[in-house]
């Protein structure tokens, strides 16, 4: 059932076997959390007597004894306009339900793509002192221009040097790096010598962008 998950791009798993909710489903997640998220007892357990085609009376036992919780629903539902969007066949209630499971369990979903090293807080500093040139690149979930730039990345990292030491972050969970870089916005591209930046880009950029921003900024020529 795991395996489906991933197959499907509902659960990503990195290179180092973490699991993690992707950022498309992750996407749905917050769409369908918004509605169901933080509805008072009754109307939460309407929601479920309508989604599994239960009396009320049906809902509240099936809620007490499974420990039914806002975030499984919310997984539940999400899970369906997954698939659909995947134009994939959609488990059946119980399978579904069992893979609501699946998800809540797994990490949250980051920004930062598979491909990338991802860099918390506590990180940031080592990875700094161990390379005197990096690239930082600040990805925000839900964000556009972020979603813009992955399908360049293969061709955006092959123009950075290899000399030069690659990572991201997830800037809304990494107030440190956003301030070490002085960004607050997503995506930004971030250069860094000797641990210290020296050029910044936000907003969109090409892989030809970033390129001349890392000439730049290394002076490269």
């Not at 591209?189 to 730049?216: F, R």
Request: charged share 30%; proline share 6%; net charge negative.
């Amino acid at each position: 059932m795991l395996d489906r998950l991933i197959e499907v791009g509902a659960i990503r798993e990195d290179d180092d076997g973490a699991l993690r909710v992707s950022s498309a489903l992750d996407d749905i997640i917050d769409l369908y959390d918004q509605s169901y998220g933080d509805l008072p007892d009754k109307e939460f357990t309407e929601a479920v007597a309508d989604a599994f085609g239960l009396d009320y009376s049906e809902a509240v036992s099936r809620i007490d004894e499974e420990g039914v919780t806002r975030e499984e629903f919310v997984a539940y539902l999400s899970l369906r306009a997954h698939f659909e969007d995947e134009d994939e066949p959609v488990p059946d209630p119980v399978e579904r339900a069992t893979m609501a499971q699946l998800v809540v369990d797994v990490a949250p979903a980051t920004p930062v793509p598979q491909d990338m090293r991802e860099l918390d807080d506590d990180e940031i500093e080592s990875f700094l002192a161990s390379n005197d040139r990096a690239v930082v690149f600040v990805w925000r979930l839900r964000c556009d221009p972020c979603e813009s730039m992955k399908p360049e990345l293969e061709e955006t990292l092959d123009l950075i040097p290899d000399d030069v030491a690659v990572a991201g972050v997830d800037g809304e969970s990494t107030p440190t790096a956003r301030a070490l870089f002085d960004v607050d916005v997503a995506p930004a591209v971030v250069c860094v010598a000797d641990g210290e930046p020296v050029g910044t880009e936000s907003g969109y950029q090409s892989p030809s962008a970033v390129a001349d921003l890392v000439a730049d900024a290394f002076g490269d020529d």
